[in-house]
């Protein structure tokens, strides 16, 4: 493997090629954003040695880091284009659409459905840091539809990453996702919002704020450019997820109504349990 | 000051202590706790000398850190039976109430009303940190009705422990802390109970979870039976944030239905501004 070419050097993209050149030196890099900022700070931080639109021919593997509703006209363009030698890998939030969206493409076997559960609130290449990757859990999806050869840089660049492989169904993979990422920002950005609205004296609301709130409202920092297209691309489980959860909100509120802290004290015990379910490895 | 007496040595009552005795070495403290474990815990750790249900007649100040719901009653018995230089501060989240049941009380002017804005997801003694307190906001409500003498030794202790003291209302406290506080343990609760309801195999949540997941579902680990009674007094409030954040929640699921993602984009762009807030003094 001599030539990745990375489309996307935001956070993801970016802490991709922090981590990959230290453990790989002998790997060129290129790359290309639509954002002209983007790709001057993607050279300046080393990100990539050049920026070019297009890859060159012999590029061994081409990483799709945009947001999740630019992917799919990118990955078919991409694969319309690319010689028989080239592996491409997305790192999008979203798989079912994508999936299905190539599912026919004379080249399907040379993609790879990737996504890994990395990220912080922060985006563009500046936030990007060579450890983001380091440990977490990548998932693949339809791994079968991917050639066995061209698999295999995929499995050498995950390895050096030291990232941990998981396989899923892409339909599988989107509702998960809307339960365990996509609705904690949304509860997140609507705690932020109905903060700002109601306390409209800004001192008041750092005053107040203990760690508990900062760490809720957290992914409320996020970027939009990312999120708007997520739930765009995960429209039917986001609003699955988002109808229990408010289901639930109205239910304890009930709860408060009817002044049974018995029961609430007895629900808020059962859901204690995911603080064990988060330190499973611990 | 030579001596204090602390009622509840959980988290916070545990965490003054360990605080205060390394910058005041003189001073001795006692302590009660309802829960015999607790209690045992408390003298393992050097959180108090001794355990006893009835303070000293020469304590200099009572702290009372015990649930919200159970504050009022303690405050007025202590009152009724303190002699005239004893201080009682009380740490409960929740004020308006417990302002109200002491406001005709005889020895009004021997307690302050206290709020200190710290805490974790755990909870009793050997939850208790040195540093939980320092450089953390501390709240004082009806700051007029403590005797101006009493009220000194209640200055030397916060300053000890560099805390940054706010003076407020009650009322003003019980509504910025329903929205600032209050509502993210409970968008958190619900946050880790959907999830829970929904996803099966605790493995798959653990993989798929990142850590914008655990930050946002950390608060679900707190103890039920604080928050339980925070519930019961603070219930106005509470209810007033919820339905806000439940409708913000509403509009915003309307809003993907209508598959109107600039809007979407564009709220969000608007709340990201409380990352700006939350960093006010960096």
Redesign the interface.
């Known amino acids: 493997m001599k030539k990745i070419h990375i489309i996307g050097l935001g956070l993801l993209g970016g802490s991709f090629a922090l981590a990959l050149k230290k453990v790989k030196p002998e790997i060129t890099f290129t790359g290309y954003d639509s954002n002209i900022d983007n790709q001057n700070d993607a050279k300046v931080l080393g990100i990539v040695g050049e920026i070019k639109e297009n890859p060159d021919a012999d590029t061994d593997v081409i990483i799709l880091a945009v947001p999740a509703n630019a992917i799919s006209e990118i990955l078919i363009k991409t694969l319309d284009s690319i010689g028989p030698d080239t592996l491409v890998i997305d790192f999008g939030s979203t798989k079912e659409a994508l999936c299905n969206a190539v599912a026919d493409h004379p080249k399907r076997e040379q993609y790879l459905a990737g996504h890994p559960?990395?990220?912080?609130?922060y985006s563009g290449p500046k936030a990007a840091k060579e450890d983001l990757l380091d440990k977490?859990?990548f998932?693949i999806c339809e791994m079968d539809k991917t050639n066995i050869h061209l698999k295999g840089m995929a499995y050498e660049i995950l390895e050096a990453l030291n990232m941990?492989l998981?396989f899923m169904n892409p339909d599988e993979h989107d509702k998960?996702?809307a339960?365990?990422?996509h609705?904690?920002?949304?509860?997140?950005?609507?705690?932020?919002?109905?903060?700002?609205?109601?306390?409209e004296d800004?001192?008041?609301?750092?005053?107040?704020?203990?760690?508990?709130?900062?760490?809720?409202?957290?992914?409320?920092?996020?970027s939009?450019?990312m999120?708007?297209?997520i739930?765009?691309e995960n429209?039917k489980n986001?609003?699955e997820?988002?109808?229990?959860?408010?289901s639930?909100?109205?239910k304890?509120?009930d709860k408060?109504?009817a002044?049974d802290?018995?029961g609430?004290?007895?629900?808020?015990?059962?859901?204690?349990?995911?603080?064990d379910?988060?330190n499973?490895?611990k």
């Open positions: 559960i990395a990220g912080t609130e977490k859990v998932i941990k998981r998960h996702l339960f365990v990422s609705l904690s920002h949304i509860s997140s950005f609507m705690l932020g919002k109905t903060v700002l609205d109601k306390m800004e001192k008041n609301i750092f005053d107040m704020a203990g760690s508990g709130f900062a760490s809720t409202v957290r992914l409320a920092k996020s939009p450019a999120w708007a297209p739930m765009e429209k986001i609003l997820a988002m109808s229990l959860y408010i639930n909100l109205s304890f509120r408060i109504i002044d802290y018995e609430l004290y007895q629900e808020m015990l059962k859901i204690n349990k995911i603080g379910i988060l499973l490895e």
